[in-house]
């Protein structure tokens, strides 16, 4: 059986945590903590019949795209309940004119918006929430942008959990709140950003007893990475140049470069993609960490940008991600909120909708091959990582004006009114 531990990530420290109940953060210099293993020895070729054979099988366990790769988080014992929704096994989608658009460049998406909840955060959340239940977990608690609330709610109520989310007062789409609520969820709106909400529940946490899945919990990252398995099972086995995603609290892109380096260590892949993050330029301390070259994250302390998932000022995460970068030459990037409706409005065209903060990717790739960072005709997988649903109105905001757009009418109830405002419009080539 491999093993599993948890270990600091801080070079100077790097220490073993001994606590057989979670803590987040190390118990001797309060850096962040990574899920280690000691594997079994794989033979890469079996490993990946046996992943593939699964997906054949009527065992729930066997078609979450998550636990499909179960050899990859073995910090799961044989006895412990998986709290699975079936989630991951998400699409490829080749592109067109967002691929044209962005490059040209041969851009593939992988869309983590058919998840249950309609977000990459579900990856993360069936890992996690197995983990609480193994540990005899009562109460879950996060507080979120929108998308980790509605996942730990539905995986929460699945595991028989309470869940609690501080969100920042209005701030997250109505969407996303109706999930939470709908999984019978308590919602605490409090403050007025993400990172002021996430401050005080990591105050209140010990003494309420609430276990933590904001992405400082590293069981997160742990279901996160497969999606790198997953996708490259769908490549059969040939990883692309560049794996493009946005950041927010950088969770995504540690779980990506974590599974690229296990996947690598364990002899599946020899090349590894770079890791592109995107950031929105109002809410970019990430990008300006490093344009910096600073030691020390650089926050933004009012982060404003209508891709709401990403609005964040201090990631928590960065340092993983910040290793990312340099481990796979992956850089970060930032553009503005116009940039982000456009690549929105270029993926539209090609029938694929996403969320403000999914586009970015788009957005970034444009700009990164407008200055020569990415090369043209690169092979690009983008994640967009999360549903068109989930932010109506965004849409609705962009979209609804009738003189800009054309696409939105009020007719008089009769047919020469209807006629005439047909012909008017369709007089213009769409
Ligand atoms: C959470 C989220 C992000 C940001 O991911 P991080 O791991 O916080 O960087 C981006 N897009 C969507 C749709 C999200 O829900
Ligand atoms: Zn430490």
């Known amino acids: 059986m491999a093993s599993a531990f948890s270990q600091c990530i801080e070079e100077a420290c790097g220490r073993r945590q001994e606590s057989k109940k979670d803590a987040h953060l190390c118990a001797y210099c309060g850096g962040l903590l990574e899920v280690k293993y000691e594997f079994d020895p794989f033979d890469p070729e079996s490993l990946r019949f046996a992943w593939h054979q699964r997906r054949l099988s009527g065992e729930p366990v066997d078609r979450s795209g998550v636990w499909r790769f179960r050899e990859l988080l073995p910090f799961v014992g044989p006895d412990d309940r998986i709290i699975?929704?079936?989630?991951?096994?998400?699409?490829?989608?080749?592109?067109?004119?967002?691929?044209?658009?962005?490059?040209?460049?041969?851009?593939?998406?992988?869309?983590?918006?058919?998840?249950?909840?309609?977000?990459?955060?579900?990856?993360?959340?069936?890992?996690?929430?197995?983990?609480?239940?193994?540990?005899?977990?009562?109460?879950?608690?996060?507080?979120?942008?929108?998308?980790?609330?509605?996942?730990?709610?539905?995986?929460?109520?699945?595991?028989?959990?309470?869940?609690?989310?501080?969100?920042?007062?209005?701030?997250?789409?109505?969407?996303?709140?109706?999930?939470?609520?709908?999984?019978?969820?308590l919602v605490i709106e409090v403050g007025d950003t993400f990172d002021q909400a996430f401050s005080l529940l990591r105050q209140i946490a010990g003494e309420m007893n609430f276990y933590l899945v904001n992405s400082i919990n590293p069981f997160r990252i742990e279901g996160q990475k497969t999606i790198v398995a997953e996708m490259l099972e769908q490549r059969a086995w040939r990883p692309p140049d560049y794996i493009v995603v946005p950041g927010g609290n950088l969770g995504n892109a540690s779980a990506i470069g974590k599974g690229l380096r296990e996947l690598k260590e364990l002899g599946f892949i020899e090349k590894v993609p770079r890791v592109v993050v995107i950031q929105a330029a109002g809410a970019n301390p990430f990008f300006r960490t490093l344009a910096a070259g600073s030691e020390k994250l650089l926050p933004v302390e009012n982060p404003e940008t209508e891709a709401t998932a990403i609005r964040i000022g201090r990631p928590a995460n960065?340092?993983?991600?910040?290793?990312?970068?340099?481990?796979?030459?992956?850089?970060?990037?930032?553009?503005?909120?116009?940039?982000?409706?456009?690549?929105?409005?270029?993926?539209?065209?090609?029938?694929?909708?996403?969320?403000?903060?999914?586009?970015?990717?788009?957005?970034?790739?444009?700009?990164?091959?407008?200055?020569?960072?990415?090369?043209?005709?690169?092979?690009?997988?983008?994640?967009?990582?999360?549903?068109?649903?989930k932010d109506t109105d965004y849409v609705m905001r962009h979209r609804s004006s009738v003189e800009e757009c054309r696409q939105r009418l009020r007719v008089e109830p009769n047919l020469d009114a209807l006629r005439k405002a047909l012909e008017g419009v369709l007089a213009v080539p769409a």
Not at 351 to 379: F, M, N, Q, Y
């Open 318 to 389: 960065w340092k993983k991600a910040r290793r990312i970068l340099e481990w796979t030459g992956g850089f970060c990037e930032s553009v503005t909120d116009e940039e982000i409706f456009e690549a929105k409005s270029v993926l539209a065209e090609d029938g694929v909708g996403c969320e403000p903060a999914s586009a970015a990717t788009i957005a970034g790739v444009r700009k990164l091959v407008r200055s020569g960072k990415i090369e043209r005709h690169a092979d690009i997988m983008a994640v967009l990582t999360g549903h068109q649903l």
């Open 84 to 185: 699975s929704l079936s989630e991951g096994s998400t699409p490829l989608v080749g592109t067109r004119r967002a691929g044209w658009w962005a490059g040209p460049v041969h851009l593939t998406i992988k869309h983590q918006g058919t998840n249950p909840t309609g977000s990459f955060k579900d990856l993360g959340m069936t890992a996690c929430i197995t983990r609480a239940a193994s540990l005899g977990v009562r109460i879950v608690a996060c507080a979120s942008t929108g998308n980790t609330s509605s996942s730990m709610a539905a995986y929460a109520a699945r595991a028989g959990m309470r869940a609690i989310l501080f969100v920042p007062y209005r701030q997250i789409s109505a969407a996303k709140l109706a999930q939470a609520l709908d999984f019978g969820a």
